[in-house]
């Protein structure tokens, strides 16, 4: 493993910054001073020190869940938490989920401990697509479809491009496909409000490369090692 990654993954900062702590000076390697930031090491036997403090490597877990309804996307709250349905993972006091998804919005959710991924998924420069089923009521006329293709004005804020497909129309509502690159707070549903359909169900199929696929609701499951490869590929980390 690079160096920067070792300390990067073991809490010493973004990428950037251990790169700046390397080229300083006080990062060792079995006692002898690196600079070289792409110099490889073995984390399992070499020691590595930051000024004298000798480095432990943090093991990094990544967890979908499929969120059910009714909890609450935090570490902490008053009422249930995302983080109950998981606590019988090891070191699960230092997870936490990856963006947010309202109390009454269901799946995907990523649950993680890796900070400098969570920090990049959620950042709008990576413009991590999110795939969302939203329940609506009425039926959308292609006006409005089109609306909230080219972006909406929400007020503080006029939405980014989305790609929007109309799965299926019954008598009082539709189910609508709507894949959001932004992460603004309530986005969907406000997108969806302004233009006269108020949503009555939010589910989030993909975030990023991830999808839900037959995950039941209330389960998780780690990501495949392919599955963090492909995210951490998508958010410019390797
Ligand atoms: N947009 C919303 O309005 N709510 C969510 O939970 C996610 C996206």
């Known amino acids: 493993m690079r160096l920067d990654r070792f300390l990067a993954e073991s809490g010493y900062g973004t990428r ?3 790169k700046k702590l390397i080229k300083s000076g006080i990062v060792k390697v079995n006692g002898t001073t690196v600079r070289d930031a792409s110099r490889r090491i073995k984390p399992e036997s070499d020691i590595v020190t930051v000024d004298g403090d000798e480095v432990f490597h943090i093991d990094r877990f990544y967890i979908m869940l499929n969120k059910p309804a009714g909890y609450i996307t935090s570490t902490k709250d008053r009422e249930l938490t995302v983080m109950e349905l998981i606590c ?10 990856v963006g947010r998804l309202d109390k009454d919005t269901t799946g995907l959710l ?3 401990n890796d900070g400098e991924l969570a920090h990049r998924l959620t950042h709008p420069k990576w413009k991590v697509p999110k795939v969302y089923l939203a329940t609506v009521e009425g ?7 089109k609306k909230l293709q080219n972006g909406i004005n929400l007020g503080d804020f006029i939405t980014k491009p989305a790609r929007v497909k109309v799965l299926t129309e019954n008598r009082d509502d539709s ?15 406000r997108m ?16 990023g490369t991830l999808k839900l696929g037959n995950l039941p ?6 990501l495949t090692e392919e599955e963090v490869k492909k995210l951490k590929e998508a958010a410019g980390l390797r």
Do not use: A, M
Request: hydrophobic share 35%.
């Open 192 to 207: 969806f409000e302004k233009i006269g359909h108020p949503v009555k169900r939010l589910h989030r199929v993909s975030f």
């Open 110 to 112: 990523l649950i993680t």
């Open 175 to 189: 189910q609508v496909e709507i894949e959001i690159t932004e992460g603004k707070y309530h986005q969907v549903k």
């Open 16 to 18: 950037k910054e251990v």
């Open 217 to 222: 609701e209330g389960e998780y499951r780690f």
């Open 88 to 97: 019988d993972v090891p070191r699960f006091e230092n997870l936490f989920p």
């Open 139 to 145: 039926k959308l006329s292609e006006k409005e479809i």
